[in-house]
T-cell receptor
Framework: KQEVTQIPAALSVPEGENLVLNCSFT??????LQWFRQDPGKGLTSLLL?????REQTSGRLNASLDKSSGRSTLYIAASQPGDSATYLC????????FGTGTSLTVIP | SQTIHQWPATLVQPVGSPLSLECTVE??????LYWYRQAAGRGLQLLFY??????ISSEVPQNLSASRPQDRQFILSSKKLLLSDSGFYLC?????????????FGPGTRLTVL
């Protein structure tokens, strides 16, 4: 069974900082890896999808990288804003979907 | 693009009462559909998934059941709720490899069992 770990569990940064969220997984036999954002009491919003053959994906201030062989992915957020405050989850996908427990991010104005 | 609706948004039920949560999908056909539960302070737990009408796979044995009576409808049910059934229930879909296997989520249903 896939084990997914996200570090740190919580992060608080001042506005404007660049930050990195980490995701590690035990089974490298994945089709892709997806990063989600979850606001309190809401569903998950897809941020980025990296196919297993890709190394990274970018969307605006977000950049996600994937090193499948070592079972790692990072989500880089540039110039953080208070609106980025949320929980971020990674989900490596093989025959099933597995999720990390997330990193709770607070960006302080 | 696809849209996922979940009903109701919130629900408070007594222990032992029945449950029916509905998930409907628009903008796509023949999706793979999923029910997840997110308990307070915990990650997402996959409960059921369905690759087609009438096809249900259960990931966790429990007092919940799922049904897919129509292509774009997925229902989560229970005959008798337990306190431990409280949580945030999320419906999700993906279109399989033809849709890059990307997963999309509905807005969720907050269930509180008292």
């Amino acid at each position: 069974k896939q084990e997914v770990t996200q570090i740190p569990a919580a992060l608080s940064v001042p506005e404007g900082e660049n930050l990195v969220l980490n995701c590690s997984f035990t089974d490298s036999a994945i089709y892709n890896l997806q990063w989600f954002r979850q606001d309190p009491g809401k569903g998950l919003t897809s941020l980025l999808l990296i196919q297993s053959s890709q190394r990274e994906q970018t969307s605006g201030r977000l950049n996600a990288s994937l090193d499948k062989s070592s079972g790692r992915s990072t989500l880089y957020i540039a110039a953080s804003q208070p609106g980025d405050s949320a929980t971020y989850l990674c989900a490596p996908t093989g025959n099933q979907f597995y999720f990390g427990t997330g990193t709770s991010l607070t960006v302080i104005p | 693009s696809q849209t996922i609706h979940q009903w109701p948004a919130t629900l408070v039920q007594p222990v032992g009462s029945p449950l029916s949560l509905e998930c409907t999908v628009e903008g796509t056909s023949n999706p793979n559909l999923y029910w997840y539960r997110q308990a307070a302070g915990r990650g997402l737990q996959l409960l059921f998934y369905s690759v087609g009408i009438g096809q249900i796979s259960s990931e966790v044995p429990q007092n919940l059941s799922a049904s897919r009576p129509q292509d774009r409808q997925f229902i989560l049910s229970s005959k008798k709720l337990l306190l431990s059934d409280s949580g945030f229930y999320l419906c999700a879909l993906n279109l399989g490899t033809s849709g890059s296997n990307e997963q999309f989520f509905g807005p969720g249903t907050r269930l509180t069992v008292l």
